[in-house]
């Protein structure tokens, strides 16, 4: 018994208040909290939209090619979800001796006296990623859950410390909670 899997297609129905766009293998969603677009060009499956759902179709049924279907039926959820709820990143500060300060610039995160450095560690805020620094949290909020991960991530990067033992040298500044929702 052998299973027919020439190809995989899946329906993704938009909420209401939700709208989307396909132009030139550029998916724009658009939402309640604004508008958000992927580009789909190195990604081999067909993108469809009717009237309020966008059909997703896969171009094979290899291993690969099922792979890849998945992740673009991910990706068109994570917009949906972005446009209608957004995400939010919290991360936290930890520091042993010398208080670390964090302050949100246009365009970066600063983090001063880290470890007692002169110098600023300076991480880059990624799009239109919103930060706030409300006392020893920095809450990174946005609706494209890649530029919001990824300006989390840089922040977390950029205090990262060096040939000593993390165990032992814990400062730094920490992911703690991540979720769906503006704060």
């Known amino acids: 018994m052998s299973i027919d899997r020439s190809s995989l297609t899946r329906e993704i129905i938009l ?29 081999r499956a067909k993108l469809n939209i009717d ?24 990706h068109v ?20 001796h010398f208080p670390l300060t964090v ?16 110098g600023n560690r300076i991480a880059k805020i990624i799009g239109e990623s919103n930060v706030s620094v409300k006392g020893d949290q920095v809450i990174i909020s946005g609706i494209n859950i890649e530029e919001v991960s990824q300006t989390a991530a840089n922040l977390e990067q950029s205090t990262r410390i060096k040939n000593k033992d993390l165990r032992v040298y814990l400062d730094g500044i920490y992911l703690f909670q991540k979720g769906r929702g503006k704060e």
């Open 77 to 96: 959820h994570n917009l949906i979800i972005g446009v209608t709820e957004g995400y939010t990143y919290k991360l936290k500060t930890a520091f042993a």
């Open 103 to 118: 302050k949100a610039e246009p365009g970066k995160i600063v983090v001063e006296n880290f470890y007692g450095e002169r």
């Open 51 to 74: 009237s309020n759902k966008i059909t997703v179709e896969s171009l094979g049924s290899r291993k690969k090619q099922r792979a890849t279907f998945g992740t673009t039926v991910a």
């Open 15 to 43: 909420p209401e208040g939700v709208s989307a766009q396909f132009t030139e293998d550029l998916l724009t969603i658009t939402g309640p909290l604004g508008s958000t677009s992927k580009d789909f060009r190195l990604i």
